[in-house]
């Protein structure tokens, strides 16, 4: 995957999304940082010396602020760092546990480095992050479910790493989340059912991983925009998972698993769809009129499947239709 994409979202080929402005209103200055530390700036320059990343230095200490990777806020009289962007700077490293004590930090971006080790696993007191980007670098182990306490993140981006075990249940308690992406990594089991509390979920982005098991009841995500669950290995009935699906959705992703069914006439009411990619399943049947009414779908993918009958003459209204795969039926 392009990791240019990765910054606001990470799914290649789509169009970035722009992240909510984060909340800025002050809070109590935690008591429990390090006595070794004693202010934000001096834990930034021990995360710094972690991630091997240089520094300038006035009289012995870190120019700590700047307009562009280190942004900071005056709280209660004392200098807190509020945004920590330090994407594509070729950092190296472990993540250490000390970035967990800058608790009043709102932005923290260190996608498309190299940091490899697990997410500390005290991130979740930085419970006034809105967006955690560690997107393309090179971290291993399981997502902590202490994430589940971050409860003002809108933008939780952990794609091309390489994270094992499950999809932590805590993120499903996230409800401001808007863009979920853990593509490309190693995550296995079932897709939470709890994943339907997110109702302001516009992204949801899970493709090449081992997910298995079946796709849980989506109806509630009324501002889902994207849905890309493909090269997994989930088994259910892509009619039931269209059929609960949100007006709203302009992308929809499910190739590569091991869908089963047939495409509903129901795929009609997704008027706004734009890319639609069903290819290499189970599927079978035919294709129904109801696709006609696809008039903004750019991409229609369906090969690889069993799919049998003639096409429809109602494909021929797709006046937007760019690319049409239904080879291998």
């Known amino acids: 995957m392009d990791p240019q994409y990765s910054a606001d979202f990470c799914q290649t080929n789509l169009p970035t999304c722009t992240t909510s402005s984060v909340n800025t209103n002050p809070s109590p200055v935690n008591n429990d940082v390090p006595s070794t530390f004693s202010n934000d700036c001096d834990i930034l320059k021990s ?14 200490s870190m120019k700590c602020c700047d307009d562009e990777t280190i942004i900071c806020s005056t709280v209660d009289e004392v200098l807190r760092i509020t945004k920590i962007n330090l994407s594509d ?4 490293g472990v993540l250490p546990n000390t970035i967990t004590s800058l608790t009043e930090l709102k932005y923290l971006n260190i996608e498309n480095n190299q940091i490899s080790g697990e997410i500390p696993a005290d991130i979740g007191n930085l419970v006034k992050l809105n967006t955690l980007d560690l997107a393309f670098n090179a971290l291993t182990g399981t997502i902590p479910e202490s994430i589940g306490t ?10 091309d790493n390489s994270f094992t075990g499950f999809i932590p249940a805590g993120v499903c308690s996230l409800i401001k989340l808007k863009n979920l992406s853990f593509d490309d990594n190693q995550l296995s089991g079932q897709i939470p059912a709890e994943i339907s509390n997110l109702t302001n979920l516009e992204t ?13 009841d989506l109806t509630n995500l009324k501002n889902l925009r994207y849905l890309i669950l493909s090269m997994n290995k989930i088994s259910y009935l892509v009619n039931d998972i269209i059929s609960y699906l949100s007006p709203n959705l302009i992308w929809l992703e499910l190739n590569d698993n091991e869908l089963q069914g047939y495409i509903p006439e129901d795929i009609g009411n997704l008027k706004n769809l734009i890319y639609l990619n069903l290819g290499n399943n189970k599927i079978t049947g035919k294709i129904p009129n109801t696709i006609g009414k696809l008039r903004l779908l750019e991409n229609l993918v369906l090969d690889g499947n069993e799919i049998s009958g003639i096409l429809p003459d109602h494909i021929n209204t797709l006046s937007n239709l760019r690319t049409l795969k239904l080879d291998n039926n």
């Open 150 to 159: 971050l409860s003002n993140l809108e933008n939780l981006l952990l794609n």
């Open 204 to 216: 949801l982005s899970l493709n090449n991983n081992s997910l298995d098991g079946t796709v849980p």
């Open 47 to 60: 995360i710094y010396s972690s991630l091997n990343i240089s520094a300038t230095w006035r009289n012995g």
């Open 89 to 92: 700077k070729n950092i190296m």
